[in-house]
């Protein structure tokens, strides 16, 4: 069966930085795409960033573009969300997300299949 460990997540002062993990088993990330999504309590999940098979096809929510940034490694099914100049808005429990879906549901939660079980992050200002 697919699961997807976070690693990474804290507290963290506004203006620093924290980098994120996701380690896929029995996903193969070369045929898919992997995701960061975001939900603060009483939000709805937000798409954070994503990136299909390489690091050269990535997708991205304004909010975060030009502050974060997201990686992979597809031999490891690795995918890694680098967030710099954090603002305390960015709190939030951040999901890791598996699947393999079309343009359109990319930054959809229903684009993905297998979810990891979130990693809070915490930004103090």
């Not at 999504?37 to 929510?61: C, L, M």
Request: glycine share 12%.
């Amino acid at each position: 069966q697919v699961q997807l460990a976070e690693s990474g997540g804290g507290s963290v002062q506004a203006g620093g930085s924290l980098s994120l993990t996701c380690e896929a088993s029995g996903f193969t990330f070369s045929n898919g795409a992997m995701g960061w999504f975001r939900q603060a309590p009483g939000k709805e999940r937000e798409f954070v960033a994503s990136i299909r098979r390489s690091s050269s096809n990535t997708y991205w929510a304004d909010s975060v573009k030009g502050r974060f940034a997201i990686s992979g490694n597809s031999a490891k099914n690795t995918v890694y969300l680098h967030m710099n100049s954090l603002k305390s808005e960015d709190t939030a429990v951040y999901f890791c997300a598996a699947g393999y879906p079309i343009t359109s549901t990319l930054r959809l939660p229903s684009g993905y299949r297998y979810w990891g079980q979130g990693t809070q992050v915490t930004v103090s200002s």
